[in-house]
Structures are given as structure tokens and as C-alpha cells.
């Protein structure tokens, strides 16, 4: 098999981390970036992967990471765009700060990630978007976090037009609710999340999902088995949406 070189944006905890780990098995060079040091670090000194800090919301730190790996001669076959936010809110309790940190995390942090990164992106590339079943179904305080996905989701139509002759493909994945740190980091409850996880026995599926569950589907992504592969979504939500 051949070997690739994957980076993977906010790895240092949930399906980035597991799909860093997964990577690190698979003989690939694996790449992460994160926006705490001490957490990249941690993961550096665990699976002996590349790390750069890079917080999806500071342009320059953006910038930077791009310009190193140019000067490295990088040449990234994967980029897995995965860093993101979940800061619910009401929308009638919604400010003007709140919405202009989830847009630039979740939608100008990926743009202006690949952007950076495109002078490294091999010929034929892959990069995988990570999106949430969020942009087909609503959910109380999320509107904006349904926004910040959905945008981006409409800027992959573009890029695979733009960056078409340069061999990159873009898709993405709409992962279900998935127990993650993203549920803390949210506020929510020890007990809040394990009555929503219950609730989840009630899918197909019968559970909540977990990160570990979304790696096939983005590998698969990632892989040449899906090089015909342009603007495609896979739902990844255990029949949440059935």
C-alpha cells in the first residue's frame, strides 16, 4: 500500500485524534494541528506524528503553517479538515461576537486553512471536509452553528471546479451526534449528555456514535478507491435521519 502524508486540523482530541491514530496504524505520514500546545504535544509525544499550532480562527497562525510546510517540501496526498466549534445559542439570544466566532472557526478557518495549504497539495490530493447532519437537520441553538457548516458545504461546489485542474477533489462527511469533548466544551451537562445519548437507542443504530465510527467513511475519502469522487456527502449518523 502506498504510504501517504495526511494532515489533519484540530487532531488533538475526538475523530481528528482517532483518525490521527488510525493513520499512525495504517503506516502513514500523519501531520495534526491544534490550537493548545500542551495538547499537541501530548499527542506528538504518543504517536510521534508532525504538529504544528494553528488555530482555525488566527489567519496568521494559518498562513505560517502553510509557509513551513511549503519550505519543508511537503506534499500532502490528504487534508482532513476537521477543527471546529459548537457554542450553542438560542437565536433569539444570538450576538454579533457569538456569530462571528463560529463563522470564522468553522467557515473562514477551513477556507483560509486550504488556501494556505494548497501550494502543498499534491497531484491527485484529497481533502475532507468535516461537516454535521446539522445542515439537514435543525436543532434548537444551533442556527449558527447550522450556518458555519452549510457555508462551507457551498464552497466545495467551487472548489472542485477551481481546483479541478490541480488534481484536488473535495468532499465531506456529516457526522451524527457523536460522544466527543464537543459536548462538554458546550456546556452541556454530564447528566444532559447521557440523557441525549439515551435518547439515541432509539436509531437504527442503537447508540450514540463514536469517533472511531467516522474513520472508515473519511479514509474512504482519502483514498484512491474514491478518486472519481467529487462534492459527495456521507451521512454518518446511525440512521438518526431515517
Same mark, same amino acid.
Given at each position: 500500500?502506498?504510504?501517504k502524508?495526511?494532515?489533519?486540523?484540530g487532531?488533538?482530541?475526538?475523530?481528528?485524534?482517532?483518525?490521527?491514530?488510525?493513520?499512525?496504524?495504517?503506516?502513514?505520514?500523519?501531520?495534526?494541528?491544534? #490550537?493548545?500546545?500542551?495538547?499537541?504535544?501530548?499527542?506528538v509525544?504518543?504517536?510521534?506524528?508532525?504538529?504544528?499550532?494553528?488555530?482555525?480562527?488566527?489567519?496568521?497562525?494559518?498562513? %505560517?503553517?502553510?509557509?513551513?510546510?511549503? &519550505? &519543508?517540501?511537503v506534499?500532502?496526498?490528504?487534508?482532513?479538515?476537521?477543527a471546529?466549534?459548537?457554542?450553542? %445559542?438560542?437565536f433569539?439570544?444570538?450576538?454579533?461576537a457569538h456569530?462571528?466566532?463560529?463563522?470564522?472557526?468553522?467557515?473562514?478557518? *477551513?477556507?483560509?486553512?486550504?488556501?494556505?495549504?494548497? *501550494?502543498?497539495?499534491?497531484?491527485?490530493?484529497s481533502?475532507?471536509?468535516?461537516?454535521?447532519?446539522?445542515?439537514q437537520k435543525?436543532?434548537p441553538?444551533?442556527?449558527?452553528?447550522?450556518?458555519?457548516?452549510?457555508?462551507?458545504?457551498?464552497?466545495i461546489?467551487?472548489?472542485n471546479?477551481?481546483?479541478?485542474?490541480?488534481?484536488? #477533489?473535495?468532499?465531506s462527511?456529516?457526522?451524527?451526534?457523536?460522544?466527543t469533548?464537543?459536548h462538554?466544551?458546550?456546556?452541556?451537562?454530564t447528566?444532559?449528555q447521557?440523557?441525549?445519548?439515551? %435518547?439515541?437507542?432509539?436509531? *437504527?443504530?442503537? #447508540?450514540?456514535?463514536?469517533?472511531?465510527d467516522?474513520?472508515?467513511?473519511?479514509q474512504?475519502?482519502?483514498?484512491?478507491?474514491?478518486t472519481?469522487?467529487?462534492?459527495v456527502?456521507?451521512?454518518?449518523?446511525?440512521?438518526?435521519?431515517?
Amino acid at each position: 500500500m502506498q504510504i501517504k502524508t495526511i494532515l489533519i486540523t484540530g487532531a488533538t482530541s475526538g475523530i481528528g485524534l482517532a483518525l490521527a491514530k488510525h493513520n499512525v496504524a495504517l503506516g502513514n505520514n500523519v501531520i495534526i494541528t491544534g #490550537r493548545n500546545q500542551e495538547k499537541l504535544d501530548a499527542v506528538v509525544a504518543d504517536l510521534g506524528v508532525k504538529a504544528y499550532l494553528a488555530d482555525s480562527a488566527n489567519l496568521d497562525q494559518l498562513a %505560517s503553517l502553510g509557509k513551513s510546510l511549503e &519550505e &519543508e517540501g511537503v506534499k500532502l496526498d490528504g487534508v482532513v479538515l476537521n477543527a471546529g466549534i459548537f457554542h450553542p %445559542s438560542p437565536f433569539m439570544n444570538a450576538t454579533p461576537a457569538h456569530f462571528d466566532e463560529m463563522i470564522a472557526v468553522n467557515t473562514k478557518g *477551513p477556507f483560509f486553512t486550504l488556501q494556505a495549504l494548497q *501550494p502543498c497539495l499534491a497531484n491527485p490530493s484529497s481533502v475532507v471536509f468535516v461537516s454535521s447532519i446539522v445542515v439537514q437537520k435543525g436543532f434548537p441553538g444551533s442556527a449558527v452553528y447550522s450556518a458555519s457548516k452549510a457555508a462551507f458545504e457551498a464552497v466545495i461546489h467551487v472548489l472542485n471546479v477551481e481546483l479541478a485542474d490541480l488534481g484536488v #477533489r473535495v468532499n465531506s462527511i456529516r457526522p451524527g451526534i457523536t460522544a466527543t469533548e464537543i459536548h462538554s466544551k458546550a456546556g452541556m451537562s454530564t447528566e444532559q449528555q447521557t440523557a441525549v445519548f439515551e %435518547s439515541l437507542k432509539a436509531t *437504527p443504530l442503537g #447508540r450514540e456514535l463514536r469517533a472511531e465510527d467516522h474513520l472508515g467513511s473519511i479514509q474512504y475519502l482519502l483514498d484512491d478507491a474514491s478518486t472519481p469522487l467529487r462534492n459527495v456527502t456521507i451521512e454518518v449518523d446511525g440512521g438518526y435521519l431515517v
